[in-house]
């Protein structure tokens, strides 16, 4: 199966800030590739699919790049809202699978 | 508006069996592969099974496979989930996800999802 590594753990940013979530494959996954927020308490949330569109209710200043083995998830400027769960799953080979996921947090 | 709303989980041993439900609405439900995927207690998130639109195509993750049954009924709209011979790596919130392609293939994207509904198994 294909193994996705999301880096860091944990991501700390300022509000305003930049925030940069990174997710690799390790094989090829072509543009098959999903972004889920979980917000404490609640369920997984579709954020990003096709590596780069945007799910229906996300602000522009997400954004999604990458194919192949690599892929990130990019906040432009972080809004307190933001404090979530972040995971990164594919889904062009079975079985699909996710990373361990990113936890953003504001300082 | 979408909506999926679980139930049965619950507390059990090791050895029993529980069956999950998955009520939707808000779409044409036979129309949409639908799946469960689970989050062990702060953990990440595992895909458990999937079935197509029609019910006659199903996958099972490795580790449920032989124990775990995935299921619908269409004029309920609803899909269930068997889990027999359950273990204490069962633990988790179960999540019961929507396709979204209204081709009855399962695409194992999902972008709608129940709160989850969580098992415990334990002597």
């Known amino acids: 199966e294909i193994v996705m590594t999301q880096s860091p753990a944990t991501l700390s940013v300022y509000p305003g800030e930049r925030a940069t979530l990174s997710c690799r494959a390790s094989q090829s996954v072509g543009s098959n590739l999903a972004w889920y927020q979980q917000k404490p308490g609640q369920a997984p949330r579709l954020l990003m699919y096709g590596a780069s569109t945007r799910a229906t209710g996300f602000p522009a200043r997400i954004s999604g790049s990458g194919s192949g083995t690599e892929f990130t998830l990019t906040i432009s400027s972080l809004q307190s809202e933001d404090l979530a769960l972040y995971f990164c799953?594919?889904?062009?080979?079975?079985?699909?699978?996710f990373g361990q996921g990113t936890k953003l947090e504001i300082k | 508006e979408v909506q999926l709303l679980e139930s049965g989980g619950g507390l059990v041993q090791p050895g029993e069996s529980l069956r999950l439900s998955c009520e939707a609405s808000g779409f044409t439900f036979s129309s949409y592969a639908m799946s469960w995927v689970r989050q062990a207690p702060g953990k990440g998130l595992e895909w458990v099974s999937s079935?197509?639109?029609?019910?006659?195509?199903?996958y099972y993750a490795d580790s449920v496979k032989g124990r775990f049954t995935i299921s619908r009924e269409n004029s309920k709209n609803t899909v269930y989930l068997q889990m027999n011979s359950l273990r204490a790596e069962d633990t988790a919130v179960y999540y019961c996800?929507?396709?979204?392609?209204?081709?009855?293939?399962?695409?194992?994207?999902?972008?709608?999802w129940g709160q989850g509904t969580p098992v415990t198994v334990s002597s």
């Open positions: 799953q594919q889904y062009n080979n079975w079985p699909p699978t």
């Open positions: 996800a929507k396709d979204p392609t209204a081709r009855g293939m399962a695409t194992t994207l999902w972008d709608y």
């Open positions: 079935l197509t639109g029609s019910g006659f195509t199903t």
